[in-house]
Structures are given as structure tokens and as C-alpha cells.
């Protein structure tokens, strides 16, 4: 079983969402065949907790535009790691010493990565 093209869709909105807003390093890997609850981990990070959530409003907003409803957010009183549930994809933005310190990358590292496309902000946004 690989992730459905909705769920990486969500991951793609996301990942565009938070590089908006200066977020870092974007990173999602396809978990469907490791995970029942989800398709897709996207990982992003920030370099302080206000940007955590900026990051997270971004996605969110871009989301709902997009017909994508949050099902779940934990992690948003002190912003320094916050996990958004959309079913088929789970985000979680990190404050960069969280994603240093828990490494969900290396956790993931054998599971096929997903292609994000183009993530540059355009310029004047």
C-alpha cells in the first residue's frame, strides 16, 4: 500500500504553506505500510516558538481553503512541537532544537520519502 494522492496533495499544501512562512527543511515520508492511522509524516521546523505558530496557522489556513479540515492539533500552548492530524497526512512542526533532539527523520528514514514539488515562496509574497 503506498499514500493516496489526497494524502500527499494535503502534504504538498502544507509543505508550500509552511515555506510561505520562512519554516525549514521540509521533509515527508510516505508511512502508509509502517502506520493504519496515517499515510504521511510531513516533518517542517522554525527557529522560534512565534514562527511554530505562524507556521501552523499558515497550514492550516491553507488547508481549510483547500476543503481540508484539521481533525486534531496538540502541542500549541508552548508551539515548540506541534502535530496537525488530517487523517491522511500528519503534520508536525518542530522548533528546531525539538527536531534535533527527536530526530523523526532518522525514525522514518526507511520509509519512501514523497516528492513535496516546488517550495519556494514566490517572490514578493
Known amino acids: 500500500m503506498t499514500a493516496s494522492p489526497k494524502a500527499v496533495e494535503?502534504?504538498?499544501?502544507?509543505?508550500?504553506?509552511?515555506?510561505?512562512?520562512?519554516a525549514l527543511d521540509p521533509v515527508a515520508f510516505d508511512v502508509s505500510e509502517?502506520?493504519?492511522?496515517?499515510?504521511?509524516?510531513?516533518?517542517?521546523?522554525?527557529?522560534?516558538?512565534?514562527?511554530?505558530?505562524?507556521?501552523?496557522?499558515?497550514?492550516e489556513e491553507a488547508l481549510l481553503?483547500?476543503?481540508?479540515?484539521?481533525v486534531r492539533r496538540e502541542g500549541d500552548r508552548e508551539n515548540r512541537w506541534v502535530l496537525l492530524d488530517?487523517?491522511?497526512?500528519?503534520?508536525?512542526?518542530?522548533?528546531?532544537?525539538?527536531?534535533?533532539?527527536?530526530a523523526l527523520e532518522r525514525l522514518w528514514k526507511d520509509c519512501p520519502a514523497i516528492d513535496l514539488g516546488e517550495l519556494e515562496p514566490a517572490i514578493g509574497s
Open 34 to 59: 509502517r502506520l493504519a492511522i496515517t499515510d504521511i509524516f510531513l516533518i517542517v521546523a522554525a527557529t522560534n516558538e512565534r514562527q511554530v505558530g505562524a507556521v501552523v496557522d499558515a497550514i
Open 86 to 102: 488530517f487523517l491522511e497526512t500528519v503534520v508536525h512542526v518542530q522548533h528546531t532544537e525539538e527536531r534535533a533532539l527527536y
Open 10 to 22: 494535503i502534504a504538498q499544501i502544507a509543505a508550500r504553506a509552511a515555506v510561505a512562512k520562512l
Open 65 to 70: 481553503e483547500a476543503g481540508v479540515k484539521t
